[in-house]
């Protein structure tokens, strides 16, 4: 059962080999693998109201584009082996030395400063952040 393009009601009843089909159809290529069938009735049914309707408000697509004209984030410095990071959390310093390895804290190897930051406050933090490689300030 293929529904013409516009139909959106019918995509309910659409089994996934007909949505394949209508995506194909719409647009010009196959659909990304593993979707699931709800999210190709969504993402399809978007897409016909987007052309029926002619898309996003103006004052919508120019937000938008503001966010994407934003200098890209600066990202944490590059740690080299030989490093040292120091944080002190609730009047203890905690010493973290950067291995070839890893991150060594209190005599263990850990994979990520996160997973240390979280060992240190029983909480989740980005590791860069509770550090202070971020530029944020950390608590």
């Not at 007909?18 to 979707?35: Q, V």
């Not at 209190?106 to 240190?120: F, N």
């Amino acid at each position: 059962m293929m529904a013409a393009p516009g139909e959106i009601r019918d995509l309910e009843a659409m089994e996934r080999p007909d949505l394949l089909d209508l995506w194909h159809d719409i647009f010009a290529g196959p659909a990304p693998k593993m979707l699931s069938q709800p999210f190709l009735r969504r993402f399809i049914a978007f897409e016909l109201q987007t052309r029926r309707h002619g898309g996003l408000p103006r004052q919508v697509k120019t937000a938008l584009a503001k966010t994407t004209d934003q200098t890209p984030r600066a990202k944490s410095p590059a740690l080299k082996p030989g490093g040292r990071l120091l944080r002190e959390w609730n009047g203890v310093t905690h010493v973290v030395d950067v291995t070839a390895d890893g991150y060594l804290w209190k005599g263990q190897t850990h994979r990520s400063l996160s997973a240390i930051a979280r060992a240190i406050t029983g909480a989740h933090w980005s590791g860069p952040r509770f550090f202070g490689l971020t530029g944020k300030p950390g608590s």
